[in-house]
Protein backbone atom coordinates (compact mmCIF):
# COMPACT_ATOMS: atom_id res chain seq x y z
CA UNK A 1 0.00 0.00 0.00
CA UNK A 2 1.10 3.37 -0.93
CA UNK A 3 2.08 5.64 2.18
CA UNK A 4 0.11 8.73 2.21
CA UNK A 5 2.19 12.45 0.85
CA UNK A 6 2.13 14.32 3.95
CA UNK A 7 2.79 17.19 1.45
CA UNK A 8 -0.77 18.57 0.63
CA UNK A 9 -1.32 19.17 4.69
CA UNK A 10 1.82 20.26 5.99
CA UNK A 11 1.67 23.12 3.39
CA UNK A 12 -1.84 23.88 4.71
CA UNK A 13 -0.77 23.83 8.05
CA UNK A 14 2.12 26.03 7.30
CA UNK A 15 -0.33 28.89 5.62
CA UNK A 16 -2.48 29.01 8.20
CA UNK A 17 -0.59 29.03 11.24
CA UNK A 18 3.04 28.79 10.38
CA UNK A 19 3.71 25.08 12.06
CA UNK A 20 6.47 23.24 10.23
CA UNK A 21 6.05 19.54 10.75
CA UNK A 22 9.13 17.57 9.70
CA UNK A 23 11.20 14.87 11.43
CA UNK A 24 9.73 12.98 14.16
CA UNK A 25 6.88 16.18 13.61
CA UNK A 26 6.02 14.60 10.46
CA UNK A 27 5.35 11.49 11.95
CA UNK A 28 3.50 12.86 14.81
CA UNK A 29 1.05 14.46 11.66
CA UNK A 30 1.15 10.96 10.26
CA UNK A 31 -0.85 9.96 13.05
CA UNK A 32 -2.99 12.43 13.98
CA UNK A 33 -4.11 12.56 10.33
CA UNK A 34 -5.05 9.04 10.19
CA UNK A 35 -6.91 9.03 13.91
CA UNK A 36 -9.28 11.89 12.53
CA UNK A 37 -9.63 10.37 9.26
CA UNK A 38 -10.61 7.51 10.98
CA UNK A 39 -12.78 9.36 14.05
CA UNK A 40 -14.72 11.22 10.78
CA UNK A 41 -15.10 7.95 8.40
CA UNK A 42 -13.07 9.00 5.62
CA UNK A 43 -11.28 6.02 4.30
CA UNK A 44 -10.18 8.33 1.22
CA UNK A 45 -7.72 10.75 2.29
CA UNK A 46 -8.83 13.25 -0.45
CA UNK A 47 -12.25 13.91 1.29
CA UNK A 48 -10.47 14.26 4.57
CA UNK A 49 -8.24 16.88 2.87
CA UNK A 50 -11.34 18.62 1.72
CA UNK A 51 -13.01 18.26 4.74
CA UNK A 52 -9.95 19.84 6.80
CA UNK A 53 -9.59 22.30 3.60
CA UNK A 54 -13.15 24.04 4.67
CA UNK A 55 -14.29 22.76 8.02
CA UNK A 56 -12.50 25.21 10.79
CA UNK A 57 -13.52 23.75 13.11
CA UNK A 58 -12.12 20.78 11.94
CA UNK A 59 -8.59 22.36 11.10
CA UNK A 60 -9.07 23.85 15.09
CA UNK A 61 -9.02 19.95 15.99
CA UNK A 62 -6.30 19.20 14.41
CA UNK A 63 -4.38 21.79 15.33
CA UNK A 64 -4.91 20.94 18.82
CA UNK A 65 -3.65 17.35 18.30
CA UNK A 66 -0.42 18.62 16.54
CA UNK A 67 0.51 21.20 18.66
CA UNK A 68 3.65 20.94 21.09
CA UNK A 69 2.73 22.13 25.11
CA UNK A 70 5.51 21.01 27.14
CA UNK A 71 5.88 23.94 29.46
CA UNK A 72 6.08 24.54 33.37
CA UNK A 73 5.88 27.68 35.90
CA UNK A 74 8.89 30.31 36.36
CA UNK A 75 10.15 28.75 33.19
CA UNK A 76 13.70 31.04 32.49
CA UNK A 77 13.46 32.89 35.25
CA UNK A 78 16.18 35.39 34.60
CA UNK A 79 13.44 36.65 32.53
CA UNK A 80 10.57 37.28 34.75
CA UNK A 81 12.83 38.50 36.93
CA UNK A 82 14.26 41.58 33.74
CA UNK A 83 10.30 41.99 34.10
CA UNK A 84 9.72 42.42 37.45
CA UNK A 85 13.41 44.15 38.22
CA UNK A 86 13.60 46.51 35.26
CA UNK A 87 11.23 46.78 32.77
CA UNK A 88 8.21 47.14 35.09
CA UNK A 89 9.84 49.83 37.30
CA UNK A 90 10.83 51.43 34.09
CA UNK A 91 7.62 51.70 32.49
CA UNK A 92 5.77 52.47 36.08
CA UNK A 93 8.57 55.42 36.17
CA UNK A 94 7.36 56.87 33.22
CA UNK A 95 3.59 56.60 33.58
CA UNK A 96 1.52 59.14 35.10
CA UNK A 97 -1.75 57.76 34.05
CA UNK A 98 -3.48 54.97 32.06
CA UNK A 99 -2.69 52.36 34.22
CA UNK A 100 -2.31 49.06 34.11
CA UNK A 101 0.40 48.18 32.44
CA UNK A 102 -0.81 45.70 29.77
CA UNK A 103 1.27 42.00 29.56
CA UNK A 104 0.56 39.52 26.64
CA UNK A 105 1.32 36.11 27.08
CA UNK A 106 1.83 35.06 23.45
CA UNK A 107 1.86 30.91 22.65
CA UNK A 108 0.98 30.53 26.46
CA UNK A 109 0.19 26.72 26.39
CA UNK A 110 -1.91 25.51 29.14
CA UNK A 111 -1.26 28.96 31.00
CA UNK A 112 1.89 28.30 33.45
CA UNK A 113 3.94 31.75 31.93
CA UNK A 114 0.93 34.30 32.61
CA UNK A 115 0.20 32.71 35.57
CA UNK A 116 3.93 33.02 36.54
CA UNK A 117 3.83 36.70 35.14
CA UNK A 118 1.62 37.13 37.73
CA UNK A 119 2.82 35.77 40.52
CA UNK A 120 6.26 37.27 39.93
CA UNK A 121 4.61 40.46 39.78
CA UNK A 122 3.09 40.31 43.10
CA UNK A 123 5.97 39.13 44.88
CA UNK A 124 7.57 42.66 43.67
CA UNK A 125 4.44 44.50 43.84
CA UNK A 126 1.99 42.45 47.02
CA UNK A 127 0.01 45.41 47.70
CA UNK A 128 -0.48 47.32 43.95
CA UNK A 129 0.44 44.69 41.76
CA UNK A 130 -3.88 43.89 40.83
CA UNK A 131 -3.93 47.64 40.17
CA UNK A 132 -0.91 48.02 38.77
CA UNK A 133 -1.53 45.28 35.50
CA UNK A 134 -3.14 43.00 33.61
CA UNK A 135 -2.19 39.61 32.14
CA UNK A 136 -3.54 37.90 29.32
CA UNK A 137 -2.59 34.60 27.27
CA UNK A 138 -3.04 33.70 23.95
CA UNK A 139 -3.05 30.91 22.03
CA UNK A 140 -3.53 29.16 19.21
CA UNK A 141 -4.85 25.69 20.97
CA UNK A 142 -8.26 25.73 22.73
CA UNK A 143 -8.16 22.20 24.52
CA UNK A 144 -4.84 23.86 26.52
CA UNK A 145 -6.42 27.05 26.69
CA UNK A 146 -9.70 25.53 28.54
CA UNK A 147 -6.99 23.63 30.95
CA UNK A 148 -5.22 27.40 31.41
CA UNK A 149 -8.48 28.90 32.19
CA UNK A 150 -9.47 25.77 34.76
CA UNK A 151 -6.18 26.43 36.58
CA UNK A 152 -5.66 22.76 38.00
CA UNK A 153 -1.52 21.20 37.17
CA UNK A 154 0.10 18.66 38.49
CA UNK A 155 3.58 17.96 39.93
CA UNK A 156 5.22 18.16 36.60
CA UNK A 157 4.26 21.77 35.96
CA UNK A 158 6.19 22.58 39.42
CA UNK A 159 9.68 21.92 38.34
CA UNK A 160 12.15 24.24 40.40
CA UNK A 161 9.32 26.15 41.95
CA UNK A 162 10.24 27.01 46.22
CA UNK A 163 7.62 25.13 48.52
CA UNK A 164 6.48 28.48 49.47
CA UNK A 165 5.23 30.13 46.39
CA UNK A 166 3.27 26.67 46.07
CA UNK A 167 1.13 27.17 49.44
CA UNK A 168 0.68 30.81 48.88
CA UNK A 169 -0.88 30.50 44.99
CA UNK A 170 -2.41 27.25 45.17
CA UNK A 171 -5.14 25.02 46.73
CA UNK A 172 -4.16 21.22 47.40
CA UNK A 173 -6.66 18.87 45.63
CA UNK A 174 -6.37 15.12 45.25
CA UNK A 175 -4.02 15.01 42.64
CA UNK A 176 -3.37 18.38 41.51
CA UNK A 177 -2.90 21.54 42.23
CA UNK A 178 -5.46 24.19 41.55
CA UNK A 179 -4.29 28.03 41.10
CA UNK A 180 -6.12 29.62 43.48
CA UNK A 181 -8.91 31.99 42.65
CA UNK A 182 -7.92 35.34 43.12
CA UNK A 183 -5.66 34.53 40.64
CA UNK A 184 -6.70 32.54 38.30
CA UNK A 185 -9.62 35.89 37.37
CA UNK A 186 -6.60 37.96 37.05
CA UNK A 187 -5.61 36.49 33.87
CA UNK A 188 -7.73 36.32 30.87
CA UNK A 189 -7.04 33.43 27.67
CA UNK A 190 -7.88 34.20 24.00
CA UNK A 191 -7.06 31.87 21.38
CA UNK A 192 -4.72 33.55 18.74
CA UNK A 193 -3.30 32.50 15.62
CA UNK A 194 -0.53 34.76 14.82
CA UNK A 195 -0.72 34.48 11.09
CA UNK A 196 -4.17 36.11 10.47
CA UNK A 197 -3.90 39.50 8.31
CA UNK A 198 -5.49 41.69 10.67
CA UNK A 199 -7.10 42.09 14.35
CA UNK A 200 -9.92 43.70 15.97
CA UNK A 201 -9.49 47.44 16.46
CA UNK A 202 -9.91 46.57 20.45
CA UNK A 203 -6.60 44.43 20.46
CA UNK A 204 -3.42 46.34 20.70
CA UNK A 205 -1.43 48.46 23.43
CA UNK A 206 0.28 46.07 25.16
CA UNK A 207 3.31 47.34 26.77
CA UNK A 208 4.96 43.76 27.16
CA UNK A 209 5.05 40.67 25.32
CA UNK A 210 6.11 37.35 26.25
CA UNK A 211 6.75 35.06 23.19
CA UNK A 212 9.31 32.41 24.14
CA UNK A 213 10.13 28.92 23.27
CA UNK A 214 7.24 29.20 20.15
CA UNK A 215 9.40 30.31 17.17
CA UNK A 216 11.82 27.77 17.00
CA UNK A 217 8.65 25.50 15.51
CA UNK A 218 9.00 28.26 12.53
CA UNK A 219 11.05 28.91 9.72
CA UNK A 220 12.42 32.57 9.08
CA UNK A 221 9.83 33.74 6.92
CA UNK A 222 7.31 32.86 9.63
CA UNK A 223 9.15 34.28 12.07
CA UNK A 224 9.63 37.30 10.41
CA UNK A 225 6.20 37.82 9.79
CA UNK A 226 4.69 36.55 13.36
CA UNK A 227 7.45 39.44 14.39
CA UNK A 228 5.30 42.28 12.56
CA UNK A 229 2.53 40.69 13.77
CA UNK A 230 3.28 40.88 17.27
CA UNK A 231 5.16 44.20 16.68
CA UNK A 232 1.27 46.05 15.43
CA UNK A 233 0.08 44.26 19.10
CA UNK A 234 2.96 46.69 21.32
CA UNK A 235 2.50 49.99 22.28
CA UNK A 236 5.70 52.17 20.96
CA UNK A 237 8.78 51.46 23.09
CA UNK A 238 7.21 48.41 24.07
CA UNK A 239 9.18 45.65 24.86
CA UNK A 240 9.04 41.68 23.61
CA UNK A 241 10.51 39.21 25.50
CA UNK A 242 11.90 36.41 23.36
CA UNK A 243 12.89 32.87 24.90
CA UNK A 244 17.14 32.73 25.71
CA UNK A 245 17.24 29.96 22.75
CA UNK A 246 15.31 32.19 20.36
CA UNK A 247 17.19 35.63 20.57
CA UNK A 248 19.58 35.08 17.62
CA UNK A 249 17.28 33.35 15.52
CA UNK A 250 14.94 36.54 16.02
CA UNK A 251 16.87 39.78 15.30
CA UNK A 252 15.78 39.61 12.25
CA UNK A 253 15.67 43.80 11.64
CA UNK A 254 11.76 43.92 12.16
CA UNK A 255 12.94 45.26 16.45
CA UNK A 256 15.55 46.75 17.70
CA UNK A 257 17.75 44.05 19.79
CA UNK A 258 18.94 45.18 23.30
CA UNK A 259 21.14 43.65 25.86
CA UNK A 260 20.97 44.46 28.84
CA UNK A 261 23.01 42.63 31.91
CA UNK A 262 23.85 39.78 29.69
CA UNK A 263 19.66 39.45 29.10
CA UNK A 264 18.13 39.76 25.84
CA UNK A 265 14.89 41.53 25.04
CA UNK A 266 13.75 43.77 21.51
CA UNK A 267 11.70 47.12 21.69
CA UNK A 268 9.69 48.67 19.24
CA UNK A 269 10.82 52.41 18.33
CA UNK A 270 8.60 54.91 18.42
CA UNK A 271 9.57 55.91 14.83
CA UNK A 272 8.11 52.50 13.36
CA UNK A 273 10.78 50.00 11.51
CA UNK A 274 10.08 50.58 7.77
CA UNK A 275 8.39 47.10 6.61
CA UNK A 276 10.10 46.45 3.51
CA UNK A 277 13.34 45.78 3.16
CA UNK A 278 14.90 46.07 6.49
CA UNK A 279 17.95 46.93 7.62
CA UNK A 280 19.59 44.88 10.66
CA UNK A 281 19.40 47.75 13.62
CA UNK A 282 22.59 47.97 15.95
CA UNK A 283 21.88 46.94 19.56
CA UNK A 284 20.36 49.57 21.71
CA UNK A 285 22.18 50.65 24.35
CA UNK A 286 20.08 50.12 27.54
CA UNK A 287 20.21 53.32 29.08
CA UNK A 288 18.28 54.40 26.45
CA UNK A 289 14.65 56.33 27.55
CA UNK A 290 11.37 54.43 26.70
CA UNK A 291 7.69 55.02 26.52
CA UNK A 292 5.60 58.41 26.18
CA UNK A 293 2.40 58.43 27.56
CA UNK A 294 -0.04 55.71 26.45
CA UNK A 295 -3.61 55.53 25.78
CA UNK A 296 -6.09 54.05 28.13
CA UNK A 297 -6.08 50.38 27.99
CA UNK A 298 -8.48 48.80 25.55
CA UNK A 299 -10.80 45.58 25.58
CA UNK A 300 -9.13 42.10 25.04
CA UNK A 301 -10.38 40.57 22.12
CA UNK A 302 -8.10 37.88 19.64
CA UNK A 303 -9.46 36.70 16.36
CA UNK A 304 -9.51 32.91 16.52
CA UNK A 305 -8.85 30.49 13.73
CA UNK A 306 -11.81 31.08 11.91
CA UNK A 307 -10.07 33.72 10.51
CA UNK A 308 -7.45 31.82 8.72
CA UNK A 309 -9.99 29.92 6.88
CA UNK A 310 -11.09 30.45 3.25
CA UNK A 311 -14.72 31.26 3.48
CA UNK A 312 -16.34 29.28 0.24
CA UNK A 313 -13.26 27.10 -0.29
CA UNK A 314 -12.38 25.51 -2.86
CA UNK A 315 -9.01 23.09 -1.82
CA UNK A 316 -5.89 22.41 -4.36
CA UNK A 317 -5.98 19.31 -6.20
CA UNK A 318 -4.91 16.37 -3.67
CA UNK A 319 -2.25 13.83 -5.42
CA UNK A 320 -4.44 10.98 -6.89
CA UNK A 321 -3.71 7.37 -6.03
CA UNK A 322 -3.16 8.19 -1.94
CA UNK A 323 -4.02 5.79 0.63
CA UNK A 324 -3.94 5.38 4.50
CA UNK A 325 -1.29 3.50 5.69
CA UNK A 326 -0.63 4.75 9.06
CA UNK A 327 -0.15 4.39 12.46
CA UNK A 328 -3.00 4.39 14.59
CA UNK A 329 -2.98 2.32 17.47
CA UNK A 330 -0.50 3.34 20.65
CA UNK A 331 0.59 -0.17 20.93
CA UNK A 332 3.46 -1.84 18.93
CA UNK A 333 4.30 -5.23 17.89
CA UNK A 334 7.64 -5.22 20.25
CA UNK A 335 5.48 -3.89 23.08
CA UNK A 336 3.41 -5.91 25.50
CA UNK A 337 0.00 -4.69 25.98
CA UNK A 338 0.58 -2.99 29.46
CA UNK A 339 3.93 -1.29 29.10
CA UNK A 340 2.49 -0.12 25.72
CA UNK A 341 -0.33 1.80 28.26
CA UNK A 342 2.43 2.73 30.31
CA UNK A 343 4.49 4.63 27.95
CA UNK A 344 1.15 6.45 26.74
CA UNK A 345 0.62 7.52 30.39
CA UNK A 346 4.10 8.83 30.77
CA UNK A 347 4.27 10.41 27.62
CA UNK A 348 0.87 12.55 28.78
CA UNK A 349 2.92 12.92 31.77
CA UNK A 350 0.19 10.68 34.36
CA UNK A 351 2.59 9.86 36.49
CA UNK A 352 1.06 8.27 39.02
CA UNK A 353 -1.07 6.19 36.78
CA UNK A 354 1.40 5.22 35.35
CA UNK A 355 4.17 4.33 38.68
CA UNK A 356 1.31 1.89 39.34
CA UNK A 357 0.88 0.11 36.50
CA UNK A 358 4.53 -0.10 36.40
CA UNK A 359 5.16 -1.46 39.59
CA UNK A 360 1.94 -3.73 38.93
CA UNK A 361 4.43 -5.11 35.85
CA UNK A 362 7.53 -5.19 37.70
CA UNK A 363 6.28 -7.35 40.38
CA UNK A 364 5.80 -10.21 38.04
CA UNK A 365 8.75 -9.44 35.94
CA UNK A 366 11.18 -7.53 37.91
CA UNK A 367 13.81 -7.54 34.98
CA UNK A 368 11.87 -6.04 32.56
CA UNK A 369 14.32 -3.55 31.17
CA UNK A 370 11.94 -1.53 29.13
CA UNK A 371 9.71 -0.85 32.48
CA UNK A 372 12.74 -0.71 34.70
CA UNK A 373 13.66 2.29 32.26
CA UNK A 374 10.36 3.72 32.13
CA UNK A 375 9.81 3.91 36.33
CA UNK A 376 13.13 5.32 36.47
CA UNK A 377 12.27 8.36 33.79
CA UNK A 378 8.96 8.52 36.26
CA UNK A 379 10.82 8.58 39.29
CA UNK A 380 13.32 11.45 38.01
CA UNK A 381 10.06 13.24 36.92
CA UNK A 382 9.09 13.11 40.38
CA UNK A 383 11.96 14.40 42.08
CA UNK A 384 12.59 11.51 43.37
CA UNK A 385 16.74 11.53 42.25
CA UNK A 386 17.62 8.45 44.79
CA UNK A 387 15.03 6.28 43.52
CA UNK A 388 15.47 7.31 40.09
CA UNK A 389 19.05 6.35 40.56
CA UNK A 390 18.68 2.74 41.87
CA UNK A 391 15.77 1.77 39.12
CA UNK A 392 18.25 2.85 36.22
CA UNK A 393 21.10 0.87 37.97
CA UNK A 394 18.82 -2.08 37.99
CA UNK A 395 18.63 -1.31 33.90
CA UNK A 396 21.91 -0.99 33.90
CA UNK A 397 22.56 -4.72 35.35
CA UNK A 398 20.76 -6.03 32.87
CA UNK A 399 21.99 -4.17 29.90
CA UNK A 400 25.05 -2.72 30.76
CA UNK A 401 24.86 -0.80 27.26
CA UNK A 402 21.32 0.78 27.17
CA UNK A 403 22.00 4.71 26.93
CA UNK A 404 18.43 5.09 28.26
CA UNK A 405 19.65 4.05 31.84
CA UNK A 406 23.32 5.66 31.15
CA UNK A 407 20.80 9.29 30.64
CA UNK A 408 18.69 8.67 33.36
CA UNK A 409 22.01 8.15 35.53
CA UNK A 410 23.42 11.68 34.56
CA UNK A 411 20.46 13.20 34.64
CA UNK A 412 19.70 12.36 38.22
CA UNK A 413 23.40 13.01 39.30
CA UNK A 414 23.01 16.95 37.79
CA UNK A 415 19.92 17.14 39.25
CA UNK A 416 21.30 16.22 42.55
CA UNK A 417 24.48 18.76 42.01
CA UNK A 418 26.75 15.39 41.55
CA UNK A 419 28.51 17.21 38.80
CA UNK A 420 31.27 15.02 38.65
CA UNK A 421 29.33 11.86 38.50
CA UNK A 422 26.75 13.15 36.18
CA UNK A 423 30.02 13.76 33.74
CA UNK A 424 31.01 10.65 33.94
CA UNK A 425 27.16 9.43 33.32
CA UNK A 426 27.16 11.10 30.37
CA UNK A 427 30.34 10.40 28.80
CA UNK A 428 29.61 6.79 29.29
CA UNK A 429 26.28 7.55 27.09
CA UNK A 430 28.30 9.10 23.93
CA UNK A 431 30.53 6.15 24.08
CA UNK A 432 28.11 3.52 24.47
CA UNK A 433 26.32 5.76 21.21
CA UNK A 434 28.05 8.71 19.74
CA UNK A 435 25.20 10.24 18.13
CA UNK A 436 23.69 10.77 21.71
CA UNK A 437 23.35 14.17 20.78
CA UNK A 438 21.35 14.66 24.38
CA UNK A 439 24.18 12.97 26.49
CA UNK A 440 26.71 15.97 24.79
CA UNK A 441 24.05 18.61 25.63
CA UNK A 442 24.08 17.75 28.83
CA UNK A 443 27.93 17.67 29.15
CA UNK A 444 28.33 21.10 27.80
CA UNK A 445 26.11 22.87 30.28
CA UNK A 446 28.44 20.87 33.03
CA UNK A 447 31.33 22.12 31.17
CA UNK A 448 30.12 25.75 30.47
CA UNK A 449 28.92 25.57 34.18
CA UNK A 450 32.69 24.39 35.55
CA UNK A 451 34.70 26.80 33.47
CA UNK A 452 35.83 24.34 31.10
CA UNK A 453 35.39 26.49 28.02
CA UNK A 454 37.19 24.87 25.71
CA UNK A 455 35.18 21.52 26.64
CA UNK A 456 32.09 23.39 26.33
CA UNK A 457 32.83 24.40 22.77
CA UNK A 458 33.68 20.73 21.89
CA UNK A 459 30.53 19.29 22.95
CA UNK A 460 28.27 22.03 21.73
CA UNK A 461 29.67 21.72 18.08
CA UNK A 462 29.09 18.16 17.99
CA UNK A 463 25.72 18.56 19.19
CA UNK A 464 25.04 20.80 16.21
CA UNK A 465 27.40 18.51 14.03
CA UNK A 466 24.61 15.27 14.94
CA UNK A 467 21.52 17.19 14.80
CA UNK A 468 22.80 18.20 10.87
CA UNK A 469 22.81 15.02 10.10
CA UNK A 470 19.83 13.45 12.22
CA UNK A 471 17.64 13.87 15.29
CA UNK A 472 17.39 10.64 16.56
CA UNK A 473 18.96 10.48 19.97
CA UNK A 474 19.63 6.64 20.45
CA UNK A 475 17.13 6.15 23.04
CA UNK A 476 14.84 3.20 22.85
CA UNK A 477 12.58 3.93 26.29
CA UNK A 478 13.16 7.15 27.95
CA UNK A 479 11.02 10.00 26.05
CA UNK A 480 12.90 13.04 26.88
CA UNK A 481 11.55 15.98 26.31
CA UNK A 482 14.69 17.92 24.24
CA UNK A 483 13.34 19.47 20.76
CA UNK A 484 16.03 19.37 18.14
CA UNK A 485 15.12 22.87 17.02
CA UNK A 486 15.64 24.52 20.40
CA UNK A 487 18.81 22.91 21.43
CA UNK A 488 20.48 24.11 17.80
CA UNK A 489 19.51 27.48 18.81
CA UNK A 490 20.94 26.79 22.09
CA UNK A 491 24.00 25.53 21.21
CA UNK A 492 24.48 28.63 18.72
CA UNK A 493 23.84 31.18 21.66
CA UNK A 494 26.01 29.75 24.24
CA UNK A 495 28.83 29.48 21.29
CA UNK A 496 28.64 32.93 20.51
CA UNK A 497 29.13 33.57 23.85
CA UNK A 498 32.20 31.42 24.33
CA UNK A 499 33.66 32.41 21.35
CA UNK A 500 34.06 35.68 20.47
CA UNK A 501 34.81 35.12 16.76
CA UNK A 502 31.66 34.16 16.87
CA UNK A 503 30.18 37.65 18.06
CA UNK A 504 31.93 39.67 15.12
Known sequence: MKRLDLAPYQELIKQRCGLILEGNNADKLATVLAQRSAVLGCADPA????????????????VNLLTINETY??????????????????LLAQRDHALPLRILSAGCSSGEEPYSILMALREKYPES??????????????????????????????????????????????????????????????QLNLLVDSYPATLGNFDVIFFRNVSIYFDTPTRRLIQRN????LKDDGYLVIGTAETLANDLGELALVEENGLFYFVKPAAKLAAT????????????????????PLAWGLPDIAAATPANPSPPPFPSGESWSLPVAVK????PGDLGVAKQLVEEKRFGEALALLDQLLAGHPADTAALLLKAHVQLNRKSFAEAQETA????????????????????????????????WFKQAVYARHECWPARYYLAELYRNGGETE?????????????????????????LALPAAEIRFLCEHQLAKLDPALRK
Do not use: N
Not at 460 to 473: E, F, K, N, P, W
Open 73 to 90: FFREPEQLELLTGTLAPR
Open 455 to 479: KARREYRGVQQTLSRQQDAGLKVVP
Open 230 to 233: LATL
Open 129 to 190: ADTLFAVAGGDIDTQVLAKARGGCYGEFSFRGVASDIKARYFDREPYAYRIKEDLRRRVEFH
Open 277 to 296: APQRPAVVPAATRFGAPSAP
Open 332 to 335: SPET
Open 393 to 424: QKALAADPWSVDALMVLGLAAKWREQSSEAVR
Open 47 to 62: DYYTRLYGDHTEFQEL
